[in-house]
């Protein structure tokens, strides 16, 4: 960790990225680092396109660009695992000096100038370490984000990869901002429009393996439909999780030339699912994009996760 902090305070004039689709891990662990850098009297700017306005009341949120022509020294991309996933419509990474990688997935692929990649349940628990250890001080603006990025990534703590200091973070956090203001607003509030497809996924679902699996899809006229861009669907693969003896859920988004494939587990390893197909992830949360014809691609998923479900009903018997 020494190491990227000696070259990220070489830098003076940095880009932040994250990665497509921004959640509040990616939006949370970026804006958290913009404002510790900026505490430190760096030029700072964080390059995001389409940040998901539900986040706004994350401080720093409005001064986000959506483009940038300007040269930087350094770039900093949290939460992406690999190059090909940055959020970045300006091409900034082929311009840039140098890249360092703040990540917490498995799956990353180290295409930085320097990595610090950690499994944490979020990028923002791996940002906080760093925080820490610059002796920055975590002011309300910073703990916002953080405790954003931390909240929506663990479910509201409640996936199995957190971790005794997760709850540490947040105990930390939790004398500085109000943690269940910020739970209402990041986890529990939904637009009118993504009550609609949510009716539309809900209506599209079914079940397999004696009901330990949920499917359901969504096209992408329903999504314009129901103007919800791709962000804005990413509540629905969680909700087969609340069903009695769910054991993964499968959201598929389809559009005319690919599917995207977002699955989600109680238990199973669905990241070494998504890598037979070029995907990537977690252990409990990973996504695929494929342009194989949509029922061959979702009969296979079907049938390896089908293996997988089997394969740990047997062993926790
Ligand atoms: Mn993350």
């Known amino acids: 960790m020494n190491n990227i902090i000696d ?3 070489e830098g003076n004039n940095i880009v932040l990225l994250c990665h497509n689709n921004p959640d509040g891990d990616a939006i949370g662990s970026t804006l958290s680092i913009y ?6 009297g760096k030029e700072v700017e964080v390059v995001i396109e389409e940040p998901p306005k539900k986040f706004n009341y994350i401080k720093g949120f409005d001064e986000i660009k959506k483009e940038s022509t300007k040269k ?3 770039a900093i991309i949290l ?16 311009k840039v000096g140098k890249i360092y990688v703040i990540d917490h997935h498995i799956s990353n692929t180290h295409y930085g100038d320097e990595n610090l990649v950690e499994e944490y349940p979020a990028c923002s628990q791996v940002v906080y370490n760093l925080i820490k250890k610059m002796n920055i001080d975590i002011d309300e603006d910073i ?3 953080l405790i954003t990025g931390l909240l929506t990534d663990t479910g509201g703590f409640s996936h199995q990869d957190v971790l005794p200091s997760t709850f540490k973070m947040a105990e930390e956090l939790s004398k500085i901002v109000n943690i269940s203001n910020i739970y209402k607003k990041a986890l529990k509030t939904i637009t009118k429009n993504q009550f609609e ?6 209506d599209n679902l079914e079940f397999y393996n004696d009901g330990k699996i949920a499917f359901s899809y969504i096209t992408e006229e329903d999504m314009k439909k129901t103007n919800v861009d791709s962000n804005g669907c990413g509540i629905l693969v969680n909700i087969p999780l609340e069903i009695e003896n769910i054991e993964v859920s499968i959201l598929a988004r389809k559009y005319p030339n690919e599917t995207r494939i977002s ?4 238990h199973i390893n669905v990241n070494e699912i998504t890598s037979l197909f070029g995907g990537g992830g977690h252990i409990n949360a990973a996504g695929l994009i494929s342009t194989m014809p949509y029922e061959e691609l979702k009969e296979k998923i079907l049938k390896e ?9 047997t062993s926790s018997k």
């Not at 996760?305 to 009903?313: D, I």
């Open 7 to 9: 070259k990220i305070l």
């Open 35 to 40: 404002h510790a850098l900026k505490k430190l």
């Open 72 to 74: 930087y020294d350094i």
């Open 79 to 94: 939460d992406t695992a690999t190059k090909d996933r940055v959020n970045d419509p300006s091409n900034i990474i082929d």
């Open 143 to 145: 703990a916002t984000a």
């Open 197 to 202: 497809i949510k009716k539309i996924a809900l």
């Open 263 to 266: 699955l989600r587990s109680v």
């Open 305 to 313: 996760v089908g293996k997988k479900v089997n394969e740990w009903n």
